[in-house]
């Protein structure tokens, strides 16, 4: 079935770091892919989404290309900040033709960010 | 902008008691998603409803059932709790008109069973 499979935790960086999260995912067709974060305590956010291949999703300073041909959803910030400290879940959405099809994640990256 | 609601946000059972979770979901949206998530786990998916019918099933276990009701609303009944079923759990909602849209999350509600 489809899968999501991310880099496991925790990644911790320096403040003005440069952050990599590798994501790839297994589907048929052509799934659409999210980005979602976590704050300590809160519940999930989108962060960013990429519908088709060599779109690029781009939120807040986090940049994620849909790579069809390597099957990846990288996530990337060129210079993180503490309060990027969170859990980052990348996740798809399945091909089907209904448009309520249930999100399906990955296990999640946890990210520290020290000052 | 309106989000998710779910109440409570927190909840404290004991073994083999029943608890309900409510959740209402964004005005117009006509699909909402119930997820479970461990700690230090990602969400899993246990039930869905579009237009107050059942639309998918994942993980749900049988002491557990959900419905939409007319207002949209949903509710997740889990009935004889067990110490594994302490989680958070996460109602979603979206727009099934608009194809592979992402779904919007609540702040999950936190229930503790002792």
């Known amino acids: 079935g489809d899968s999501v499979t991310q880099m496991e935790g925790p990644v911790t960086l320096s403040e003005e770091a440069f952050l990599t999260i590798n994501c790839t995912y297994t589907?048929?067709?052509?799934?659409?892919l999210f980005w979602y974060v976590q704050y300590p305590g809160e519940g999930l956010q989108l962060l960013l989404k990429a519908t088709k291949a060599d779109d690029k999703g781009s939120n807040k300073g986090f940049e994620a290309t849909y790579r069809k041909e390597t099957t990846s959803f990288h996530l990337e910030k060129g210079s993180v900040q503490v309060s990027d400290s969170a859990v980052y879940f990348c996740?798809?959405?399945?091909?089907?033709?209904?448009?309520?099809?249930?999100?399906?994640f990955g296990k999640g990256t946890r990210l520290s960010v020290i000052a | 902008a309106a989000g998710v609601i779910q109440s409570p946000r927190h909840l404290i059972k004991e073994k083999r008691e029943t608890a309900t979770l409510k959740c209402y979901p964004i005005?117009?949206?006509?699909?909402v998603y119930w997820y479970q998530q461990g700690p230090g786990q990602d969400p899993q998916f246990l039930i869905s409803?579009?237009?107050?019918?059942?639309?998918d099933k994942g993980s749900i276990p049988d002491r557990f059932s959900a419905q939409q009701f007319s207002d949209y609303h949903s509710e997740l009944n889990m009935s004889s709790l067990e110490l594994g079923d302490s989680a958070l759990y996460f109602c979603?909602?979206?727009?099934?008109?608009?194809?592979?849209?992402?779904?919007?999350f609540g702040q999950g509600t936190r229930l503790t069973v002792v």
């Open positions: 996740a798809l959405i399945p091909t089907r033709n209904s448009g309520n099809t249930p999100l399906v």
């Open positions: 409803f579009y237009e107050k019918m059942q639309s």
């Open positions: 005005p117009r949206h006509d699909t």
């Open positions: 979603a909602s979206s727009l099934a008109r608009e194809s592979n849209t992402e779904a919007f």
């Open positions: 589907a048929t067709g052509y799934p659409s």
